[in-house]
């Protein structure tokens, strides 16, 4: 339909309910007899619990149950599993420790959960919570990685000896060796990627419901994967067959990646609903998430870079250690190996890269994927390093990148680090992005500041990602231990609207909306006449939910290819009935006609047919008009492009203001630019918190210094300016789409232009290194540094 297919600013059909307050939540969830669960967490990043005195809270009002670690281990449920295995540099497999739904013995962070409190109503549960009294023993903890690798350090599990869960490498150490022999030019550079919470506007919550006359259990629950939660569940956990088990992940407020991990409290919900028979609920209180949601990033980087006499890049070696928390999250192990060393290379050409990767278990909140995963980590290296490389070389930082950058002429591109490219135009967004943040009269705004007392330094980053994980078999070597395959199923009813069923997921990123425009695309029918199933594993094929930017380029290919085969089956109907062969049937704007002629059915007139077969072709085409498809990529996407962003420093406060960003995208083939754009707007907002607010911190102990918005600062819309935002389209090669993805770039390219744009600010005043968060108080305290005489006198 004209003007509600791709490439139109369709307004999301999902809003209506959610501007009407009618959107369903997890909590919003109610069942008949429902009971409400609380945890208690434990105060110590590292004790053995003694002993456990319950006996007050079983005694208090409305109290149902009081349940432990010893409950669940006579149960038998299982620990909650990793869904990736690394192999270290000798072949040998990684550390991999239990993780126990509430503590046996020992626990291993604050916030770990030791027992679980069941009450009539949540006041009472969170009442009875405060009378349970645990004997802990503290012991040794240790929450930074330098400390977890220093000799003696205590240990976190007793079989990872130095704290060392796995020792990867990627590329060839002897050829990157040789390519820094004799390099003109060797940079170095000390980069910490600092620890983050997701912070998802709507907390984690679970509703577990066990159905004894079925013997059949439903959750409830924040999920970006349902099928994958029902997986790990059936499998490893609650250990049911999965007939058993129903998962249904409602409307979700949002995700960056913390939803996507099975969590303790699903499976203890579940369990526990059984035991007392009721429903049992649990959503997460803000303190109470910021202490048991996966957190982010937390790298330390040691980087060099070669480059010849020209400014050519030569090779780059990297050594990382990644923070990976107490247990294995999910997908933890994969994103400081595969999401990250991979993404080395950029978008530029280094003939040679070698990484070396140290995953660490500290005393802290599991670490595990947050937008972007592995890619924001990478970017940041790589774009810090390449700013201070054209420093060094007294080079200007555009035309270093400009040097480097695979030609379009050059792809498909193979990297050194395992990843080919398809496609591609980096010199387009490049000029792109620098075109709208005007460039050339740059030194004109940065005198104008001067005159008003500020400091105004440009940054630019230029990027890649990588998106829709794939092929399956080539992640399960790698150690995956899912498929990462989508599945989509498409009914047409008989007066030909539409439903689909699709194993994606949406919290957020408008799938009911772009899905439908993509139906309305194919068979011309109108956005009103399509329907967007998802998040419940009742209804919905088995599909591997929304992560990594691949609803659209995997979701989409599957709901396409799906679509050709309805499409295909329309044609033998519609010839049957325009007595014509099927070789002459063409199919466009909702109509099937004869080659040729003006002899034509509509899309509603053909699915009639197909359901009411009075004049059918019965004897090869079946009644009805539904297809089902998989789609299992051949290659990862590559969204790409150029971020810049110009900032304001107050020398005498170190308040840094971000005064314009103006980014240049490739994502590929679009199908709602407003929705585009609204994806690029909140990755970039959480991209310069990140850089400029955003940090987990703990002490020495392990104690969570910022674990509520007292002292985890976010950004608010005062901090930001108006993003410009463009977009320059290759579509991806090898998807029937042509999308490549877009719900992490601005994530992914936005901290290093900040960071680069804040030093180049502090150059002038001899400061040339600062790490991510760029408090106010770290600039202060960098300029001070760096101009110890200025800061005397002003003391004076």
Not at 4 to 26: H, P
Not at 739 to 750: D, M, Q, S
Request: aromatic share 8%; glycine share 10%; charged share 20%.
């Amino acid at each position: 339909m004209s003007g509600q297919g791709m490439g139109a600013s369709v307004a999301r059909k999902e809003d209506r309910r959610f501007l009407l307050g009618k959107g369903r939540y997890t909590d919003d969830l109610v069942l008949p007899g429902q009971t409400w669960a609380t945890f208690v967490r434990s105060p110590y990043a590292h004790a053995a619990i003694r002993q456990i005195d319950a006996a007050r809270a079983k005694a208090a009002p409305g109290v149902v149950a009081v349940l432990t670690g010893d409950d669940v281990a006579a149960d038998g449920l299982g620990g909650i599993p990793c869904g990736w295995q690394i192999k270290n540099k000798d072949d040998s497999v990684m550390v991999e420790p239990p993780h126990p739904a509430l503590a046996q013995g020992k626990v291993r962070h604050v916030g770990d959960p030791v027992v679980m409190v069941i009450a009539k109503t949540r006041a009472q549960a969170k009442d009875a919570a405060q009378l349970v009294e645990v004997d802990y023993e503290p012991l040794p903890a240790v929450a930074h990685l330098d400390a977890a690798v220093a000799d003696g350090a205590p240990r976190v599990w007793d079989e990872a000896a130095g704290n060392v869960c796995f020792d990867w490498h990627l590329g060839d150490a002897a050829a990157t060796a040789a390519a820094f022999a004799g390099a003109p030019h060797v940079v170095a550079i000390d980069l910490v990627n600092n620890r983050i919470a997701p912070n998802a506007i709507e907390p984690r919550a679970a509703n577990g419901n066990y159905d004894a006359a079925e013997d059949r259990y439903t959750l409830y629950t924040t999920s970006q994967n349902p099928h994958l939660i029902r997986l790990l569940l059936g499998a490893f956990t609650l250990k049911v067959p999965e007939h058993k088990l129903r998962v249904v992940a409602p409307d979700v407020g949002g995700g960056f990646g913390s939803k996507i991990f099975h969590y303790a409290e699903e499976l203890l919900v579940l369990w526990a609903s059984k035991r007392v028979g009721r429903p049992v609920k649990w959503t997460a209180e803000r303190t109470e998430a910021f202490l048991s949601d996966a957190h982010g990033r937390d790298h330390r980087s040691h980087a060099e870079l070669a480059l010849d006499a020209d400014g050519k890049f030569r090779g780059l070696r990297v050594r990382t250690l990644a923070n990976l928390g107490a247990y294995l999250s999910t997908f933890a192990p994969a994103i400081p190996t595969y999401l990250y060393a991979t993404l080395l290379s950029g978008p530029y050409v280094i003939p040679q890269i070698y990484a070396e990767v140290k995953a660490i278990f500290t005393h802290t909140v599991p670490v595990d994927a947050v937008r972007g995963a592995g890619r924001p980590e990478a970017t940041y290296l790589l774009e810090r390093l390449v700013d201070k490389a054209a420093r060094e070389l007294g080079l200007d930082r555009v035309e270093i990148r400009r040097r480097n950058l695979i030609q379009p002429d050059q792809f498909p591109y193979q990297t050194p680090v395992a990843l080919q490219y398809d496609v591609g135009d980096y010199p387009a967004t490049l000029d792109l992005a620098l075109q709208a943040i005007d460039y050339p009269h740059l030194a004109e705004r940065k005198a104008a500041a001067e005159k008003r007392g500020k400091l105004r330094g440009f940054g630019v980053s230029t990027y890649i990602e990588a998106c829709g994980i794939a092929p399956s078999a080539l992640v399960g070597a790698l150690g995956a231990r899912a498929g990462l395959y989508e599945a989509a199923t498409v009914r047409v009813h008989p007066t030909g609207s539409v439903t689909v069923f699709t194993g994606s997921h949406s919290h957020g990123q408008g799938h009911e909306t772009t899905f439908a425009q993509l139906v309305v695309e194919r068979l011309g029918i109108p956005l009103d006449n399509v329907e967007i199933v998802h998040g419940d594993t009742d209804r919905i094929p088995f599909g591997m939910g929304t992560y990594g930017s691949r609803s659209a380029a995997v979701g989409g290919s599957a709901i396409y290819k799906a679509i050709d085969k309805i499409v295909d089956k329309g044609k033998k109907v519609a010839a049957h009935l325009l007595e014509a062969s099927v070789a002459d049937v063409e199919f466009a704007d909702g109509k099937f006609r004869v080659a040729g002629t003006d002899r034509e059915k509509t899309f509603g007139e053909v699915a009639f047919a197909a359901y009411v077969p009075h004049n059918y072709p019965i004897d090869t085409v079946e009644p009805g008009l539904e297809d089902a498809a998989f789609y299992d990529p051949k290659n990862f996407t590559f969204p790409a492009g150029c971020h810049a962003v110009e900032v304001e420093v107050d020398p005498e406060t170190g308040v840094v203001e971000v005064v314009d960003v103006a980014i240049a995208d490739d994502v590929g083939v679009v199908i709602n630019p407003m929705i585009v754009d609204g994806q690029a707007h909140g990755g970039l907002a959480q991209g310069i918190g990140q850089a400029l607010l955003e940090e987990c911190v703990y002490d020495a102990d392990g104690q969570l210094l910022s674990g509520s918005y007292m002292s985890y600062c976010m950004p608010r819309a005062a901090d930001l300016p108006s993003f410009k935002v463009g977009n320059h389209v290759t579509p991806c090669t090898h998807n029937p789409v042509g999308i490549k993805g877009v719900g992490e770039v601005g994530a992914i390219g936005v901290p290093p232009a900040v960071i680069n744009a804040v030093l180049d600010a502090l150059a002038p005043l001899g400061v040339t290194h600062i790490d991510m968060p760029a408090t106010a108080e770290k600039v202060w305290r960098a300029i001070r540094a760096a101009q110890p005489t200025q800061a005397q006198g002003g003391a004076a």
